[in-house]
Antibody
Framework: QVQLQESGPGLVKPSETLSLTCSVSGGSVTSGSSFWSWIRQPPEKGLEWIGFVSYSGSTHYNPSLRSRVTISLATSMNQVSLRLSSVTAADTAVYYC????????????????WGQGTLVTVSS | DIVMTQSPDFLAVSLGERATINCKSSQSLLYSSDNKNYVAWYQQKPGQPPKLLIYWAFTRESGVPDRFSGSGSGADFTLTISSLQAEDVAVYSCQQYYSTPYTFGQGTKLEMK
């Protein structure tokens, strides 16, 4: 059973960079056909997909955040990382990492496994 | 971006009664090459992450009770809970994975009447 756990600072100052880590257990981040997404949820609002990184390190980002976001694998630590630069109050949200559903060697952006999420507040 | 619009925003249903949540997409989510609808449904309880319930519009995730069912095709989809249980009180969201950026509905809050 795959388990994911997000971690990182709960408070970030405006204009700084938000950095979060997703620690994965019960599976390798580089196992074939695994895709790892970051998704966020502002308080009392809906979910927003941020982007994904594949088992091979390829990435795809939401165009609305592309200029500010980097998602990568830390293979030695079996982790997935998220960096979001130049944050503002609008980036205040619970940030989730999630693993996408794979079947028969094909993976789809169906979010099957989720971490518990971590609240990041942007404030001075 | 594909916009996912759910209705209603809030729904109150009595124990044992049927709950129906609708989701409309701004374009068809039916992929002609495989004849599948690229839509999923999630349940989210307070303080918890979303839980996958349904994908491909009607395929139940393993372990999800059969009182949950999904239906629809093209741009109109429905999540139905046939007989509401107390543990079903939650926010339900639809999601399209037809094209990036993958987008979610605004959520429907389901409460017990």
């Amino acid at each position: 059973q795959v388990q994911l756990q997000e971690s990182g600072p709960g408070l970030v100052k405006p204009s700084e960079t938000l950095s979060l880590t997703c620690s994965v257990s019960g599976g390798s981040v580089t196992s074939g056909s695994s895709f790892w997404s970051w998704i966020r949820q502002p308080p009392e609002k809906g979910l927003e997909w941020i982007g994904f990184v594949s088992y091979s390190g390829s990435t795809h980002y939401n165009p609305s955040l592309r200029s500010r976001v980097t998602i990568s694998l830390a293979t030695s630590m079996n982790q997935v990382s998220l960096r979001l630069s130049s944050v503002t109050a609008a980036d205040t949200a619970v940030y989730y990492c999630a693993r996408q559903y794979c079947s028969g060697g094909d993976c789809y952006p169906i979010f099957e496994y989720w971490g518990q999420g971590t609240l990041v507040t942007v404030s001075s | 971006d594909i916009v996912m619009t759910q209705s209603p925003d809030f729904l109150a249903v009595s124990l044992g009664e049927r709950a129906t949540i609708n989701c409309k997409s701004s374009q068809s989510l039916l992929y002609s090459s495989d004849n599948k609808n690229y839509v999923a449904w999630y349940q989210q309880k307070p303080g918890q992450p979303p839980k996958l319930l349904i994908y491909w519009a009607f395929t139940r995730e393993s372990g999800v009770p059969d009182r949950f069912s999904g239906s629809g095709s093209g741009a109109d989809f429905t999540l139905t809970i046939s007989s509401l249980q107390a543990e079903d009180v939650a926010v339900y969201s639809c999601q399209q994975y037809y094209s990036t950026p993958y987008t979610f509905g605004q959520g429907t809050k389901l409460e017990m009447k």
